[in-house]
T-cell receptor, first 114, second 112 residues
C-alpha cells in the first residue's frame, strides 16, 4: 500500500469500551499527526509526533491516549469516551514537523460513541 | 489566538464557471499556505500550496493568490467540472512550528 492508511474506517463504541485507532504511513516520513474533524468546524490538531517523540499535545482530554512505537505507526487509544467525541479522526504525516510543511492525510476513522 | 477565517461556507456554481474561495489569517508570521480538497469518505488531499515569498501560483485550472500585507489568500478554480465538487480547506503555518491552522471549509457544488 502507498500513502497513509487508517484502520478501522468505521467504529461504533459504547462509553465504557476501550478501543484503538491505527495509522500507518508508507512515505518514509518522520512526523505523524492526529486530528479531530467535526461537522462545520476546522480541523483540530490533537497530537504531533516527531521521530517518535510527542511534540504537541493540544489540551486533549486524557481519555485519548496516543502511542507512536516507530516513525511509520501511530495509534490513538480510546477509553470512556463521551458522545461529543463522535467525529472523523484523521491521521497525517509529513517529512518532518518543522522544515517540510506538507501534510499527507489518511482516509480517517469515522467514530460514533453511543 | 491564531485563526484562519474562510468564506464562503457553501458555494454553488454552474459547470464551466469560475469559483473563488477566500481566507484570512491572523498570525503575520505564517509563511506557508496549503489548500486541501476533501471528497466524501476520504481524507483531505493537497491540491496546491504557496509560500510567503510568492504572490501567485498556478497549476492548470487552479490558482492561488497571496496578499501578505492584508493577510489574505484565495483559491481560484476556472472552468469548473462536476468532479470539482468537494469541501475545500485553506490553512496557514509558520516556519519552525508544528501547528497548521485550518479554515472551517467551503463546500463547493458544481452543477452540470
Amino acid at each position: 500500500e502507498t500513502g497513509v492508511t487508517q484502520t478501522p474506517r468505521h467504529l461504533v463504541m459504547g462509553m465504557t469500551n476501550k478501543k484503538s485507532l491505527k495509522c500507518e504511513q508508507h512515505l518514509g516520513h518522520n512526523a505523524m499527526y492526529w486530528y479531530k474533524q467535526s461537522a462545520k468546524k476546522p480541523l483540530e490538531l490533537m497530537f504531533v509526533y516527531s521521530l517518535e517523540e510527542r511534540v504537541e499535545n493540544n489540551s486533549v482530554p486524557s481519555r485519548f491516549s496516543p502511542e507512536c512505537p516507530n516513525s511509520s505507526h501511530l495509534f490513538l487509544h480510546l477509553h470512556t469516551l463521551q458522545p461529543e467525541d463522535s467525529a472523523l479522526y484523521l491521521c497525517a504525516s509529513s517529512q518532518d514537523s518543522l522544515v517540510s510543511d506538507t501534510q499527507y492525510f489518511g482516509p480517517g476513522t469515522r467514530l460514533t460513541v453511543l | 489566538g491564531e485563526n484562519v477565517e474562510q468564506h464562503p461556507s457553501t458555494l454553488s456554481v454552474q459547470e464551466g464557471d469560475s469559483a473563488v474561495i477566500k481566507c484570512t489569517y491572523s498570525d503575520s508570521a505564517s509563511n506557508y499556505f496549503p489548500w486541501y480538497k476533501q471528497e466524501l469518505g476520504k481524507g483531505p488531499q493537497l491540491i496546491i500550496d504557496i509560500r510567503s515569498n510568492v504572490g501567485e501560483k498556478k497549476d492548470q485550472r487552479i490558482a492561488v493568490t497571496l496578499n501578505k500585507t492584508a493577510k489574505h489568500f484565495s483559491l481560484h478554480i476556472t472552468e469548473t467540472q462536476p468532479e470539482d465538487s468537494a469541501v475545500y480547506f485553506c490553512a496557514a503555518k509558520k516556519g519552525g512550528g508544528f501547528k497548521t491552522i485550518f479554515g472551517a471549509g467551503t463546500r463547493l457544488f458544481v452543477k452540470a
